[in-house]
């Protein structure tokens, strides 16, 4: 890879924030997602996932809890009116009213010497939600080859974080880098937890209450049954999520999915691919055909858990 100077802001048009609130507002989203929402302290972000009956990820989120009875989700913006819709229709007699915020909220991706620049502490593990204020929040991510991450979460007539503007383009190739990933329409219902690694990065709780599709994501942790993750990988060609990934010992059927995707900035393409175990093992992958342009597999920045 080459060396890349990610220091400064972005914002992040590409996302957007679902506002819950109301006195049952934890409750009714820890029996929704991957998450313990009840639990949630001031100082803590969740990183969940919504999940169809049959355990596939139809949204992923990052939460916070900002008011005891507040709590915001940052998802893609492209699923944000199906999600909320989804979500609204389970309701039912619930004190929690879900609206749409993204016009309310500016929200900012904050890299490298940038987050002590705005006076925040960059050693932070993932996960950690800093206060500044009474009003905005920075979520601590996973970095991106080490350098530290946050997300800035501000109402929009607030300042914005200082620092050099990041390049439009390096954000989100930081985001691949960092091994989450975020869902978007091309890979809805596409993967369970797992196939993303959301166990082993802090998605999924499991000794958590009922949500949808729990029965199916605990049987594939605890069964034995996990056959896919996900891996970085690089290639010259472009690449998008919802690409099929094929093993060149296996021309008929693909072994595997492109579940996020960003240029990189030595000219090439870096991607998550979400693919069976097997065929990373067996080597040779390409995207899109059996023919198409080759992948090279890199190690993952975290570990991946074993089953529990």
């Known amino acids: 890879m080459t060396t890349v100077v990610l220091n400064g802001v972005s914002t992040l048009p590409h996302l957007g924030v679902i506002r819950a609130e109301g006195p049952d507002a934890a409750s009714f989203l820890h029996g929704q997602l991957t998450q313990d929402f009840s639990l949630l302290g001031a100082t803590e972000a969740r990183l969940a996932a919504l999940c169809t009956a049959k355990g596939r990820v139809i949204a992923s989120f990052i939460g916070i809890r900002p008011q005891p009875e507040l709590i915001l989700l940052v ?20 004190k929690v009213k879900l609206t749409d915020a993204t016009e ?71 985001e691949v880098r960092s091994g989450i990933v975020t869902l978007t329409t091309p890979v809805i219902e596409a993967f369970v937890p797992q196939m993303i690694n959301y166990e082993s990065v802090g998605g999924v709780n499991f000794k958590k209450g009922c949500y949808p599709g729990q029965e199916i994501v605990a049987r594939s942790q605890f069964r034995g049954t996990l056959k896919r993750r996900t891996y970085l990988a690089q290639t010259d060609a472009p690449l998008a999520a919802g690409q099929e990934v094929f093993a060149a010992n296996d021309a008929e059927q693909p072994v595997g999915t492109v579940a996020q995707a960003a240029p990189a900035p030595d000219g090439g393409w870096s991607a998550l691919i979400s693919i069976q175990i097997a065929a990373l093992e067996a080597g040779g992958l390409h995207a899109g055909a059996p023919g198409g342009p080759a992948l090279s597999v890199e190690p993952l920045p975290y570990p991946l858990l074993e089953d529990i």
């Not at 998802?75 to 619930?94: E, H, N, Q």
Request: with cysteine; net charge positive.
């Open 75 to 94: 998802c893609s913006r492209d699923i944000l009116a199906a999600t909320l819709k989804r979500l609204s229709m389970y309701v039912l007699r619930a």
């Open 104 to 174: 309310q909220f500016a929200l900012h991706g904050v890299a490298g010497t940038a987050l002590t620049a705005n006076g925040l502490d960059a050693a932070l593990p993932p996960g950690r939600r800093t206060a500044i204020g009474e009003d905005i929040s920075v979520v601590s991510l996973y970095p991106a080859d080490g350098v530290p991450r946050a997300l800035w979460i501000a109402p929009a007539d607030q300042k914005a974080p200082v620092g050099p503007t990041l390049d439009a383009a390096l954000w989100p190739w930081s």
